[in-house]
């Protein structure tokens, strides 16, 4: 099952009141919610509609679960900037830079450990792991007839999943 995204054209004003051309607001390329670690819980995440996104609240069980939230009127969240802000200064997760998806795997700081990182294979991934007392990426393969997706960080079928970097 294919997810729906949801796109919205929007046509954005300069301070000097002038009209440019439209912008297509799409988060699609976001990383996806999550509420298991700290630095997660502590993340505000984007949706699709970039007029709304995502943050960690506690629950009745003392668990954590996503709630979503809206912006105020006539701003849009920036997942880069964690904030909701004028259109003008809005970008998607598509002009997060390539090195972010595909850079060669990193497990130098918490949230680099917590990453599933591209394989130049798309059916396998790389997850840093505990090895003689450091952490270090270690290749790994997703399971029969699936491929890695940086977007979902996890492996998907072969029709959700849409390729990490340019060069695929």
């Given at each position: 099952m294919i997810l729906?995204?949801?796109l919205l054209l929007l046509l954005v004003v300069n301070p000097s009141q002038e009209a440019v051309e439209p912008i297509l607001?799409?988060?699609?390329?976001?990383p996806v919610a999550?509420?298991?670690?700290y630095d997660e819980v502590n993340t505000?995440?984007?949706v699709p509609d970039a007029a709304y996104f995502q943050q960690c609240r506690r629950v009745a069980t003392g668990g954590w679960a996503l709630q979503l939230m809206p912006c105020a009127p006539g701003t849009l969240f920036s997942y880069k900037q964690q904030v909701c802000v004028l259109p003008v200064y809005w970008k998607g997760c598509a002009a997060?830079?390539?090195?972010q998806r595909c850079a060669a795997p990193r497990?130098?700081?918490?949230?680099?450990?917590?990453?599933l990182w591209v394989h130049e294979s798309s059916d396998k991934f790389y997850q840093c792991r505990r090895i003689n007392g450091t952490w270090a990426p270690l290749a790994l393969p997703c399971a029969p007839g699936t491929l890695y997706s940086?977007?979902?960080?996890?492996?998907?079928?072969p029709s959700m999943w849409e390729a990490s970097c340019n060069d695929e």
């Open positions: 729906p995204i949801i607001l799409d988060n699609g390329l976001c999550r509420c298991v670690t505000l995440w984007a997060l830079p390539d090195e497990c130098g700081t918490y949230k680099e450990v917590n990453t940086f977007k979902h960080q996890v492996c998907v079928l």
